[in-house]
């Protein structure tokens, strides 16, 4: 039977509200949630590490209706390494295969010979996981979501002495987002970014919500918590994004005071669960932190690498 394949189109801005609806329709299908805004796949077209002419891609059907989206980036400090973030509607195997090839020649220009290419692919996601193993690649790291409902009487933080918590100022960023590149040097997932680009995304997290702070031991920055108030369309959950705390304040129960602080902000704002993000081996013991605090493994995404 003759398989008509979808056209590749270059995405502008205008098309965000078409990449979320897309986007959410394969995450519905998975999960039974949203995880995409229009505002937020928006905000994609400014991001300095991606040019949508040349690395994003929307996958159009013969009816117009948008099927898939694909983009591949590299990290602003120029390691070699291709990152494809690859999501179709359920059932769109034409445009997973359409957008796969793109993204494969699009990686190959982006990242010399002995550079590394990256998919990120949802656990569930059965489909592209059978594409990449056919292709050649394999599961090289796993991260999950973590989340915990916000009721009852919330535990307490307990601050070392002399540490001080305020709100994030975005006056002191530049101390922040060192403070934050330091303590994730080691960090598998993390890929740092200029000033500019962080500030861009504090401010596009609702670095103005008063939901995320900054420990403070003296005039140095001891940890840090960058949270938003929502989680995709999710305006139940408030989401940390980031927290780092650097490695002369470890094992004093900086993380953990954070945490919980965090908690009683999301509570004060309304929100009914708190979430974030962690790499499932991470060396400083994160995941096992975190469990410690009440947040529980929901969601699980695999890194996929060729195998050699």
């Not at 897309?22 to 991001?47: C, K, M, P, Y």
């Not at 990120?120 to 999950?144: I, Q, T």
């Not at 060192?178 to 997290?205: C, I, M």
């Not at 094992?251 to 902000?265: C, K």
Request: aromatic share 8%; proline share 5%.
């Amino acid at each position: 039977m003759f398989r008509r394949m979808p056209e590749l189109v270059v995405p502008t801005a205008a098309d965000a509200s078409r990449i979320a609806e897309l986007i959410n329709a394969r995450s519905q299908a998975l999960h039974g949630l949203s995880e995409e805004t229009a505002s937020g796949v928006a905000e994609w077209f400014d991001l300095p590490f991606l040019d949508a002419a040349a690395d994003m891609r929307l996958a159009v059907g013969a009816d117009g209706a948008a099927e898939g989206y694909a983009d591949v980036s590299v990290p602003e400090d120029g390691t070699p390494k291709a990152m494809v973030d690859l999501r179709v509607r359920p059932g769109a195997a034409e445009a997973m295969e359409a957008l796969f090839a793109w993204a494969i020649d699009r990686a190959h220009a982006r990242v010399s010979a002995a550079g590394r290419i990256q998919f990120f692919a949802d656990a569930k996601d059965g489909p592209l996981a059978r594409m990449l193993e056919e292709k050649g690649y394999g599961v090289v790291r796993s991260a999950y979501e973590m989340e915990r409902r916000i009721d009852g009487e919330l535990e307490p933080p307990v601050w070392p002495a002399g540490h001080d918590v305020r709100p994030l100022d975005l006056h002191d960023g530049e101390a922040v987002h060192a403070a934050q590149d330091e303590a994730f040097v080691e960090d598998w997932f993390y890929n740092p970014v200029s000033h500019e680009t962080w500030l861009k995304g504090a401010r596009a997290g609702g670095a103005g919500s008063g939901l995320s702070s900054v420990v403070w031991d003296g005039a140095a920055v001891a940890a840090l918590c960058l949270a938003r108030p929502a989680h995709g369309e999710d305006e139940s959950i408030g989401w940390i994004g980031d927290l780092a705390v650097r490695a002369p304040w470890r094992r004093r129960g900086v993380g953990r005071a954070l945490l919980l602080h965090s908690f009683r902000l999301f509570a004060v704002a309304g929100k009914e669960r708190a979430g974030l993000g962690v790499d499932r081996d991470n060396a400083t013991g994160a995941f096992a932190l975190y469990e410690s605090v009440g947040l529980r493994a929901v969601r699980q995404s695999n890194t996929w690498e060729r195998r050699p």
